[in-house]
């Protein structure tokens, strides 16, 4: 089993920033890709931005320039570095580990990017 828990979230005024974590445990071998999802009320999920097991990353367009993914092997984490936040970013925001043909998904952390 792999265990994904995303921290972080919270309230911030628009042109802010936050940064999300994701801490990944349990049998994390083999892990090929770990990735930020964003679900808004009303809307479908989409993907924000993912980081492969070789450190290839790629983002969304949407937020592009303005969130960065990253991770730290040692602590077995990834974080999404949100800067320049819009009220369109309010979402709950969620961590996804990928592991053959299995994602595992955390249970997400609310961003809420209002005044």
């Known amino acids: 089993q792999v265990q994904v828990v995303e921290s972080g979230g919270g309230l911030v005024q628009p042109g802010g920033s936050l940064r999300l974590s994701c801490a990944v445990s349990g049998r994390i071998s083999s892990i090929s890709m770990l990735g930020w999802y964003r679900q808004a009320p009303g809307k479908q999920r989409e993907l924000v931005a993912t980081?492969?097991?070789?450190?290839?990353?790629d983002t969304a367009d949407s937020v592009k320039g303005r969130f960065t993914i990253s991770r730290d092997n040692a602590k077995n984490t990834v974080y999404l570095q949100m800067n320049s936040l819009k009220p369109e970013d309010t979402a709950v925001y969620y961590c996804?580990?990928?592991?053959?043909?299995?994602?595992?998904w955390g249970q997400g952390t609310q961003v809420t990017v209002s005044s």
């Open positions: 996804r580990a990928t592991r053959g043909a299995i994602g595992h």
């Open positions: 980081i492969h097991s070789g450190g290839s990353t």
